[in-house]
């Protein structure tokens, strides 16, 4: 049974960091990029980072480049993500997802066939 786990979420103030995990279990996460999405209060879900599973690359929303970075370790069936400098518009409930063999830009919504249940990000003063 494919199933995604993310944690790290929580509470922070602007500026501040957390990093979140996505574990993955019942499938071998070497042949399948990751994506994480993240959705707002009122918006749609929208997609942040993902990376490849082939060489690590890796590409960003333009909202979180330079102050997120996604990586991967395969050996703990792990994707993280760092985020730093965090503002208050990044608060949202943030998704990891499975998505096709690679991702050449960022992610989309319909390429993602299994999600975790998300954790939440809460960034306020």
């Known amino acids: 049974q494919v199933q995604l786990v993310e944690s790290g979420g929580g509470s922070v103030q602007p500026g501040g960091s957390l990093r979140l995990s996505c574990a993955a279990s019942g499938f071998t996460l070497d042949y399948y990029a990751i994506g994480w999405f993240r959705q707002a209060p009122g918006k749609e879900r929208e997609g942040v980072s993902c990376i490849n599973s082939s060489d690590s690359s890796a590409y960003y929303a333009d909202f979180v480049k330079g102050r997120f970075t996604i990586s991967r370790d395969n050996a703990k069936s792990t994707v993280y993500l760092q985020m730093n400098s965090l503002k208050p518009e990044d608060t949202a409930v943030y998704y990891c997802?499975?998505?096709?063999?690679?991702?050449?830009?960022?992610?989309?919504?319909?390429?993602?066939?299994?999600w975790g249940q998300g954790t939440q990000v809460t960034v306020s003063s």
């Open positions: 997802g499975r998505g096709p063999w690679i991702c050449a830009t960022s992610p989309k919504l319909y390429e993602y066939d299994y």
